[in-house]
């Protein structure tokens, strides 16, 4: 060992040996030299507590959400009376509004207007609110994601949504999730099959492992 020079990083962490003093006064050097490279809010910390994770259930949710709320180029008015556009979307990424006079958006033009509402409006509240967010696998945060959209980003505790929340608070009671998102279909309404249809395929996606 006298003779190895490390020549990547993970070189050090293979062979670092917390008895050797040398080993220790090198790390020490090494943080004293990536002070902001290794602060708690940097990608590096996050990466190494296992905080930063895969991405594509962005798109998962992103493809489950299209296929329900249908794909409109010009402006509409949603069941709630709110001027919409693309697939769901209300306002655009400087918050301007929908109006009724807006120009058509571009299949292409509206996935990206959903892929950012998820990414900026919706994930982040859902990571401060739901205390299992984080044990969740990528299937099922995009089908949490999907009811979001649909009901909207802050439904975690809310008074109509006792069901859900607990059903979400532990990971003992996971299994509930399927049963508990079938409650929130509107049901009498015109639009009960197709949010029966919706809360189906969210808690099948909840359930599937690949």
């Known amino acids: 060992m006298t003779n190895w020079q490390p020549n990547k990083l993970r070189d050090f962490f293979l062979h670092f040996d917390s008895g050797n003093p ?55 008015k949603c069941p709630a009376g709110v001027w919409t556009i693309g697939f769901g979307s209300t306002y655009y990424p400087d918050g301007t509004l929908v109006t009724p006079q807006d120009t058509p958006v571009s299949r292409f033009g509206a996935e990206k207007l959903l892929a950012g509402h998820i990414e900026k409006a919706i994930v982040p509240v859902l990571e401060q609110t739901i205390p299992t967010w984080g044990l969740m696998n990528g299937n099922q945060k995009a089908a949490i994601i999907s009811f979001a959209y649909n009901l909207g980003p802050h439904f975690y505790g809310g008074s109509n949504f006792n069901t859900i929340t607990k059903a979400l608070s532990t990971k003992d009671n996971w299994k509930q999730v399927p049963s508990a998102l079938m409650l929130y279909v509107n049901p009498g309404s015109s639009f009960e099959a197709g949010l029966r249809r919706r809360r189906k395929a969210e808690g099948d996606l909840w359930t599937r492992t690949t």
């Open 22 to 76: 040398n080993h220790l006064k090198a790390a020490d050097l090494l943080q004293k030299h990536a002070s902001q490279v290794m602060s708690d809010t940097a990608e590096w910390v996050k990466t190494f507590r296992g905080t930063v994770s895969d991405k594509a259930y962005l798109e998962t949710a992103g493809k489950i959400i299209a296929e329900f709320e249908g794909f409109r180029a010009t402006p509409y």
